[in-house]
């Protein structure tokens, strides 16, 4: 009897493929995310109470607030992705799962890939959920509503994958939180100049399909060259230890 | 000839080759840089003819277009260098990248002002959120970052791949402010200068690509200087660099 224990190499036929890896670690990244909820709900209430500090810091009049919904929205939620992009590799790398990510037969950008797009289910998807409501709150009529929405669900994959990057870069370093700011703000005008944009054309019944293939254009870029950089950086990070 | 740049490429690398020649380019260097720019700022800022609409005001792109050509090839130059150290991890790009970008973030920080300086008498205003200007704040912000991250990592060597990583994506701002004028319809002027045709005076063509060449000549002056500081910095414990330090 061979010891269970000491493993033979796998055959080639035995490695999982990619895309069975790659879903494997988001069914895992969900699991985990559905049993410890607070890391999945913190920054949706974060979204609203964003949002509902507007109205009081600035003044109820409906006019005031129908001209800064869309920014305000916009920014609520690229300030909420920042907050929850903290986690999003931090975990992994204090147990140690990372560096098996590292080691295993899949190449590493697939594995973040797969853990950026669990990471997006759990946080954006919620807040594109309640973003209608608020939307309402914030006095927009009911075309700029589903044009926040398209926009949202456009934007924020790009805006987690790009935050994924600084995450991915930061992660071996004990002062990480504002760093990760500083690093993907920047990187995330582009994103937020386009979604507004739309969202404003929208509210001034403007034609607003350029925008919005805009921001489909950086998803595509975004999905197509970000997991490179977030393995790069995440093999750079850990091997740096 | 492509052997000849292969073998200088790898001779490049080596931080001893590195701080020899650039010792001896310096002088070369400087003396560039003072040529072209002393005459060319005190003719341009002082002696070529007022433009026709703004008047004296417009003296200010003798420093402007300069320092912002510069901001952008610095980034250019700094992504470069970071293909170089992910690729071929060369200790010299490491350190190349690490000195451009303070130097890169100042030019863009020259940029920035003199541009508001100019746009007060002649937009009526210090600042607009026009596309470009926008985006060549982005390009200060992102060499921020750079420097923020590359300082926040103690181990100088996965430091430096770290901001590879950063200034290899961060360059996807590059072709945005570069193009910002022609893509989107903006208060800023689209380029006067293309390589066939020019929209302004020779006169003053000559003057502005004089301070242009000389402003790049002090750019790599400066990087050179503070990368030969990184070079003796780094090697300190190689017995070159001690027997160089001990002559002194």
Redesign the interface.
Known sequence: MADPIVSQPLRAEEVPSMWSGMMAIMKRDLKIAFRQRSDMVNPLFFFVMVIALFPLGIGPEPSTLQKIGPGVIWIAALLSTLLSVDSLFRQDFDDGSLELALLSPQPLFVLAFGKVIAHWLVTAIPLIMVAPILSVMLYMDRDTVWVTLYSLLLGTPVLSMISAIGAALTVGLRKGGVLVAVIALPLYIPVLIFGTGAVEAAAMTLPYAGQLAYLAAFLVLALTFAPFAIGAALRISVTSQ | MFEYLKRLYHKLGSPKYFYDISGRMLPWLVALSVLLLIPGLIYGLGFAPPEKYQGNSYRVIYIHVPAASIAMSGYMLMAVAGVVV?VWRMKMAEMVAKSVAPIGASFAFICLVTGSIWGKPTWGTWWVWDARL?SML?LL??Y??VM??NA??E?A??AA??TA??S???A??LP?IKYSVEWWNTLHQPASIKMTSSAIDPEMLFTLLACIAGFYCLFAVMVILSTRCEVLLREQRSNWVKKLVGAC
């Open positions: 992910l926008t982005i912000f992102l921020l970052g923020a991250l926040a990592i181990n060597q996965s791949r770290a990583v950063l290899i994506v961060g996807v701002n945005i």
